[in-house]
T-cell receptor, first 114, second 113 residues
Framework: EPEVTQTPSHQVTQMGQEVILRCVPISNHLYFYWYRQILGQKVEFLVSFYNNEISEKSEIFDDQFSVERPDGSNFTLKIRSTKLEDSAMYFC????????????FGPGTRLTVL | DQQVKQNSPSLSVQEGRISILNCDYTNSMFDYFLWYKKYPAEGPTFLISISSIKDKNEDGRFTVFLNKSAKHLSLHIVPSQPGDSAVYFCAAKSTGTASKLTFGTGTRLQVTL
């Protein structure tokens, strides 16, 4: 069964450094998402992406964040200058069609900012 | 901003019995609801969903009930199995959005032998 994959599984970085989290969505899916879950808190929406552009973003997704689909398979989340409070699990998700609401999540990347 | 609430942080049920997980919401614009199951160190796994135009959806051992007037939904698992032990998240989608999901805080289900 096709699944969403994410790399790396764990990323440790120093405060102020740039990180890029990578995702490979399910191949025939058209909508892509990033969510995050800070330890002990709920899963929060960050951004949605369709047709090579951001379709919606939350207030968390400020100028330090960007997303890109550099080729036909990868979907990346970049954090330009990481802060301690960016430490969280970051989940990528994808969805097939406009009239299909189910999103399928990857295993997550644990980001630790020191 | 708790638009989706799961008021029970944990639930313990004996194997073979029914597990009932509850979820309440406040936003009338939600038109689709989903349940996800999550094991530690894994991503949420889609379980079952329901449109706001329905009041019940069933898939094997899993049934979701929606009471729109009460803004309440529940997930029933019958019979419960030890492998069902996980954290269960309720999520909701608003009309007119790019399908961003708003999640509840989760309920940890433990199925005991």
């Amino acid at each position: 069964e096709p699944e969403v994959t994410q790399t790396p599984s764990h990323q440790v970085t120093q405060m102020g450094q740039e990180v890029i989290l990578r995702c490979v969505p399910i191949s025939n899916h058209l909508y892509f998402y990033w969510y995050r879950q800070i330890l002990g808190q709920k899963v929060e929406f960050l951004v949605s992406f369709y047709n090579n552009e951001i379709s919606e973003k939350s207030e968390i997704f400020d100028d330090q964040f960007s997303v890109e689909r550099p080729d036909g398979s990868n979907f990346t989340l970049k954090i330009r200058s990481t802060k301690l409070e960016d430490s969280a699990m970051y989940f990528c998700a994808s969805r097939r069609l406009v009239n299909v609401n189910e999103q399928f999540f990857g295993p997550g990347t644990r980001l630790t900012v020191l | 901003d708790q638009q989706v609430k799961q008021n029970s942080p944990s639930l313990s049920v004996q194997e073979g019995r029914i597990s009932i997980l509850n979820c309440d919401y406040t936003n009338s614009m939600f038109d689709y609801f989903l349940w996800y199951k999550k094991y530690p160190a894994e991503g949420p796994t889609f379980l079952i969903s329901i449109s706001s135009i329905k009041d019940k959806n069933e898939d094997g051992r899993f049934t979701v009930f929606l009471n729109k007037s009460a803004k309440h939904l529940s997930l029933h698992i019958v019979p419960s199995q030890p492998g069902d032990s996980a954290v269960y998240f309720c999520a909701a989608k608003s009309t007119g959005t790019a399908s961003k999901l708003t999640f509840g805080t989760g309920t940890r289900l433990q199925v005991t032998l």
